[in-house]
């Protein structure tokens, strides 16, 4: 079965700099959610995205943008990129607005230096 | 604020049972879902509950009390590739839906 696809895997960026990553829903998925989980920590809600449109926001800088594209597939924008920034991000999709089981992809490993 | 909290750490030898507690503070609360994440991976989707009650799914089962704020994961004849982090996680419904992670609690299977 198709699963979530993240890209890239794994990045590293110096301070500054801005990324990228983009995430590839779970075909039928309509909805998105970003997360940030720094070492042996917990996964941290980010933003969420309903049918192209921004449904929920989390603890997401305002140095961070994201979208759901026309396809549903979605990028989240990295901009002046710190040292703190460094960290698993995950991508979730799941179908209709809210759900409970949120099925999350590889991650991109972001290590700024 | 927002938060859940569960153990750290749990250890177990294989074949046995072990509970892994949650406690929530929340706003806006749906229900409790359980995931489950080794190293390095992706989180993988366990069980939910909505209501009170148990939940049973093969060798895992959830159990909420909405009225105690408290839910808990059940794991039974445990083997070594239980070994993991699991997270319980508050659904919370504002405008949007969004899933709100406790710290994780850390599973070591023993021989």
């Known amino acids: 079965a198709a699963g979530v696809i993240q890209s890239p895997r794994h990045l590293i960026k110096e301070k500054r700099e801005t990324a990228t990553l983009k995430c590839y829903p779970i075909p039928r998925h309509d909805t998105v959610y970003w997360y940030q989980q720094g070492p042996g920590q917990d996964p941290q809600f980010l933003i969420s995205f309903y049918e192209k449109m921004q449904s929920d926001k989390g603890s997401i800088p305002d140095r961070f943008s994201a979208q759901q594209f026309s396809d549903y597939h979605s990028e989240l924008n990295m901009s002046s990129l710190e040292l703190g920034d460094s960290a698993l991000y995950f991508c979730?999709?799941?179908?209709?607005?809210?759900?409970?089981?949120?099925?999350f992809g590889p991650g991109t490993r972001l290590t700024v230096t | 604020g927002q938060s859940l909290e569960q153990p750290s750490e749990v250890t177990a030898v294989e074949g046995a049972i072990v509970q892994i507690n949650c406690t929530y503070q929340t706003s806006g609360f749906y229900g409790l879902s359980w995931y489950q994440q080794h190293d390095g991976g992706a989180p993988t989707f366990l069980s939910y509950n909505a209501l009170d009650g148990l939940e049973e799914t093969g060798r895992f089962s959830s159990f909420l009390s909405r009225s105690d704020s408290y839910g808990y994961l059940l794991l039974q004849e445990l083997q070594m590739k239980d070994s993991a982090s699991y997270f319980c996680a508050a659904m919370i419904y504002n405008q949007g839906g969004k899933l709100i992670f406790g710290q994780g609690t850390e599973l070591s299977v023993k021989p």
């Open positions: 979730a999709s799941s179908l209709g607005g809210s759900s409970y089981e949120q099925y």
